[in-house]
Each structure stands twice: as C-alpha cells, then as structure tokens.
C-alpha cells in the first residue's frame, strides 16, 4: 500500500493554455486514494463518506468549483493539480475550473486538496487575478458556481435531498437571487424545467449551484468547501432538523465572517426565513426584497 497522495502535474495538452468556452480538457477524478495514510485519522462516522473498492477508497461525496475573473495574472496561466483548465467566459471573462475533488472530512486527505487551493493562489485570489467588474446595475458579473455529487444518487435525488437545508446558501448568497444568470427555479423544485440559469441545476448525476459570489480567496474557497461538505452529510447522512443544522454550522459561519459573531447570526436567522421561503413559498420583510417579483 502506498503512503500518501501524489497528485502531479500532467502535461496534458490545453491544460495550460486559455480554451474557448466549454472547450476546456476533461476532468480527472480525484476523488480516491489507494493510501491509508490519508484516511487513517478519520473516525467510525466519517469513514461512513467513503467505500473501499478493494484497491482504492473512494470519497462518495465530490465536489468542483468554477472560478470566474475578469483577468488573469498572466504568468499565471499553467497546469495547476487542482484545475482542469481554464475557458473564456461570458458573462466575466475567464473561468478557471477545477477536476472533481474529493469532498471529505477534516484530515490529512483534505489538507492535501487545500494545499492544491493554495498552489493555485495566482488565479484563485483576487489580489493577482481580479474578478470586481460590475454591471450597470451594479452587480458583480463574476460568480462561483459549485458542483455537487453523491455516488448512488441523481440530481434529481440530490436536490431533494439539499432543498431541505438550503436556506444557508440563500442567507449568504442572498444578493445573487437576481441575477440573470441564476434567478429561476428560486425555490429548487426539481421538476423544473427551464433554463440553465437556475439558483440549483438539477444534471442527470450532480447538482450545479449558480447562486454562489465570486471566489476572492483561497481561504474562502476552503469556507465554501467546508460549508459543502457539511450540507452534504446532513442532507444524505443525518438527516435532521433545519434548527440543528445551523447549530452544527454556526462555527464554520462565525469563521466565513472573520469572528465577527454579530455578522454570523445575522446570516443564520436570514437563513431560516429563506428556508421558510424554500419549503412553503412565505416571504417575509427581510427576505422579499431579495426574491425576483413574481416569484
């Protein structure tokens, strides 16, 4: 058995270079390892997010970003470990965006995925790659999608499943519900069908959420990655109460504000009025004006 994760550069064609829209190379699956040593702290329950297929274990639970920029520092552009490659974009620019990760619990595995965040620093921050064009209205064109999948389920499934505890991405993201790019489906119906600018798109396998801001940092790509991981395990694992949900994020929250407690608790009651909204189609005062009229 080996004893650590290797990812490496491939020297791949078109990995380094800037393609044109959806033009991008295949992704590679990063999501197992044949080595003990990257699972060996977890516990009994976590263990319970990974299968071992006799060789590998596999993390059942992935994860995959899209990093748009207005531009891209440019001796930057490279093959990196955790990005597939970059595109053109429409609606800012460029995108950067990652192979399929793992989406795992704290530990030597996912130390490993937030070292390639890290080494990709020069695209991912904002200080070298920026993303703060806005539109007329004033809105920041940039956004950062987030793909979801859990092996044995649909999107179809893995939305229902979400749906149940999404309101904490509607709290954080909640200035994005307008946008043209993500404004449908505003209360994640699985049946809908529509176009792909959906707050949640329901794919055969995965789910696409378009709500999420720009990603400004690495440090906040690891908060968004931490936060999916939670909402992950909850809506397939636990399965509990919307309340107990918040309390087990209510740290994680706390840390995505900078300590500034006021500011999380904030979010974390918006989040159960946007939950209402989910669930019941309700809009209260301090949520409506975020809601597109008429839905």
């Known amino acids: 058995m080996q004893t650590g994760i290797d990812y490496k550069i491939t020297g791949e064609p ?15 699956f990063l999501n197992k ?4 040593t990257d699972i060996k702290a977890l516990n009994r329950t976590a263990l319970k997010t990974l299968t071992f297929d006799g060789r590998e274990w596999v993390s059942r639970f992935t994860i995959g970003f899209e990093v748009e920029k207005n531009s891209l520092q440019r001796n930057a552009v490279k093959e990196y470990e955790l990005l597939k490659g970059f595109e053109r974009d429409v609606s800012c620019g460029y995108e950067a965006i990652t192979h399929v990760l ?7 595995w996912r130390n490993k995925v937030f070292d390639m965040m890290y080494k990709a620093e020069r695209i991912i921050d904002d200080r070298y790659s920026p993303s703060n064009e806005t539109d007329y209205d004033g809105n920041y064109k940039c956004g950062g999608h987030i793909t979801l999948g859990v092996s044995g389920m649909s999107g179809a499934d893995l939305m229902d499943a979400t749906r149940k505890y999404s309101g904490i991405m509607y709290a954080l993201f909640r200035k994005r519900l307008k946008n043209k790019y993500c404004r449908e489906n505003n209360r994640m119906e699985w049946s809908h069908y529509g176009s792909r600018y959906q707050v949640c798109l329901k794919k055969e396998h995965t789910i696409e959420f378009r709500l999420p801001s720009k990603i400004e940092s690495v440090k906040q790509m690891m908060r968004r990655y931490e936060l999916c991981y939670e909402l992950l395990d909850y809506s397939v694992n636990v399965k509990g109460s919307f309340t107990n949900f918040l309390k087990r994020i209510t740290p994680l929250v706390v840390s995505m504000y900078n300590g500034d407690i006021d500011k999380a608790k904030e979010v974390l009651s918006l989040a159960k009025e946007f939950q209402e909204y989910i669930n019941t189609g309700a809009k209260t005062e301090n949520v409506r004006d975020f809601i597109p009229y008429g839905l």
């Open 102 to 108: 793992p989406l795992i619990p704290a530990g030597t």
């Open 14 to 28: 078109n990995r380094n270079v800037v393609c044109g829209y959806h033009q991008s190379p295949y992704p590679h």
């Open 33 to 36: 390892t044949g080595f003990k």
